[in-house]
């Protein structure tokens, strides 16, 4: 930065016509330089996880004191008229029965010992018997072969490999606890000692999450082939630390499928390497990240859900009275298109009217927008690159220049209003780091990868979670359901 003299005001008296009209611009631009600075700043501080793409946790113990983007629906709390419920409900054949007896009335202690029963009052206690662990063992016969002379032995089944080790369900249900619930390798080995009185060392936890991995590569691929065919498509993407390294950590996702992967970069380069999204042909939903753009065999849609806190932002930080008229908007055609989509099942997208009604208003939202943020004048001719601009004049942009992926969700129901489905997929990735720390390899994190990959889409499908993980570990993996089946 340019430093600028100081003057006395006896010296500014002395100065000639031209050095003060020279100070006065060279002041200008100093202002103006420092009024950007500060707002950049003043921006900064001014944004949260609720009016930014900032995560909750960046919030600290001050949680930000705004309106949340959540529009109420009228209803109670508690289950909806027509949700089926979950109470427990009696069951026909116990496996176990206790009778208590009734020898002395409760109100006057007469004998009751002879008396017959008139009927039983039932109550029934759902419980989990105790649990130990079994130890199996295989013997296979050795006979000397009359035939050859031979010494020959009986085979053991595929998966006794060593003379003593633990079977496949210990290591399915140490799998999911590890990468399913994010229990670290010391306390799952000291939860599976609690539960049946034997604490396996904390090699057995690596070796079926390897041995998981190793068995569900049929499902991943599988996974992959089946988002190509899909009509949307979610893609996300968030930062992992791998050895002490920033790594990518790249989700894509339908409500049936999920894929993770993991990549050094976070942009092209990392999408033409997975090799999902350049393949991929239907409506792609994500964020305004520019790297999606280049990939232009597909329609991109764009997640509102980040819209609505920029536009939360401009209006909290610069009171601009268009970005919450876009809001209002915004919810306004979400609600319109649920309660078209609920009323009208064969219908796919709003009414003609509707849409030529609905193209205008957002119109003229955008047109009070840019007459509130008009371009910047005296740009200088020097520096390259595009003008800076504020970031009201950014969104204005993106959402003109995208207005059809914006709105893509009122001209195709099948495409979501918001991006949500990615971000609550990676977001249990993310939970797995804050619980157990960063990964130490990258062969651990990709391992990681794919076992959440293959339990995320098998829970998605409504499968049992650790009969898949057993399924995977005898090298017949759960694969998932086409969109036909």
């Not at 500014?12 to 611009?25: A, F, P, Q, R, Y």
């Not at 670290?184 to 000692?193: D, K, M, Q, S, V």
């Not at 691929?221 to 993407?237: G, M, R, T």
């Not at 992992?240 to 092209?268: E, N």
């Amino acid at each position: 930065m340019t430093s600028i003299p100081r003057f006395t005001r006896e010296q500014l008296e002395h100065l000639d016509k031209e050095t003060l009209i020279d100070l006065v611009l060279l002041l200008q631009d100093r202002l103006d330089e420092l009024s950007q600075r500060v707002e950049k700043l003043e921006d900064q501080v001014a944004k949260h996880s609720r009016n930014s793409s900032k995560p909750p946790s960046s919030d600290g113990l001050s949680k930000p004191k705004t309106r949340s983007l959540r529009r109420s629906e009228g209803r109670k709390p508690g289950g909806q008229e027509g949700h089926a419920g979950h109470t427990l409900r009696m069951k026909v054949n116990p496996e176990h029965v206790e009778v208590h007896d009734l020898n002395q009335c409760p109100y006057c202690d007469s004998d009751l010992s002879a008396v017959a029963v008139s009927e039983y009052v039932r109550r029934q206690v759902y419980d989990v018997p105790p649990v130990q662990i079994e130890v199996t063992e295989h013997q296979g016969e050795s006979k000397n072969c009359p035939g050859c002379g031979r010494q020959a032995q009986a085979a053991f089944p595929a998966h006794v490999t060593q003379p003593v080790q633990y079977g496949p369900q210990l290591k399915a249900q140490a799998s999911y606890l590890n990468s399913y619930h994010f229990i670290p390798i010391a306390r799952t080995c000291e939860l599976l000692g609690d539960l049946y009185g034997h604490a396996p060392a904390w090699a057995l936890v690596a070796e079926a999450n390897q041995a998981v991995a190793a068995g569900c590569k049929p499902a991943l691929v599988k996974i992959q082939d089946q988002l190509l065919q899909a009509p949307v498509v979610h893609f996300d993407e968030s930062g992992l630390r791998v050895a002490g390294q920033l790594q990518w950590l790249h989700s894509v996702s339908t409500q049936m499928l999920t894929f993770f992967d993991l990549h050094q970069k976070r942009g092209q380069d990392a999408m033409q390497d997975i090799g999902i999204l350049p393949r991929f042909t239907g409506w792609a939903l994500h964020d305004h990240w520019a790297s999606y753009l280049a990939f232009e065999q597909c329609d991109h849609a764009f997640c509102n859900a980040h819209h609505l806190r920029e536009l939360q932002f401009i209006t909290e930080q610069y009171e601009q009275p268009w970005a919450n008229e876009m809001s209002r908007l915004l919810y306004d055609l979400k609600a319109e298109v649920t309660e078209v989509a609920d009323t009208a099942s064969d219908a796919h997208s709003l009414a003609p009217d509707r849409l030529v009604h609905y193209e205008a208003e957002y119109n003229a939202i955008l047109q009070r927008g840019f007459q509130a943020n008009p371009p910047p004048q005296n740009l200088p001719t020097t520096k390259r690159g595009r003008p800076k601009q504020s970031p009201p004049k950014n969104l204005l942009d993106r959402l003109d220049k995208h207005r059809s992926g914006v709105l893509a969700f009122i001209y195709d129901f099948d495409v979501p209003f918001d991006n949500n489905l990615a971000e609550r997929d990676i977001r249990m990735v993310k939970v797995k780091q804050k619980v157990s720390g960063a990964f130490r390899t990258r062969h651990g994190a990709q391992t990681f990868c794919d076992i959440r990959s293959y339990i995320s889409t098998v829970r998605k499908q409504g499968g049992n979670v650790i009969a898949a993980l057993q399924d995977a570990l005898a090298g017949q993996p759960f694969i998932p359901l086409t969109v036909a089946d």
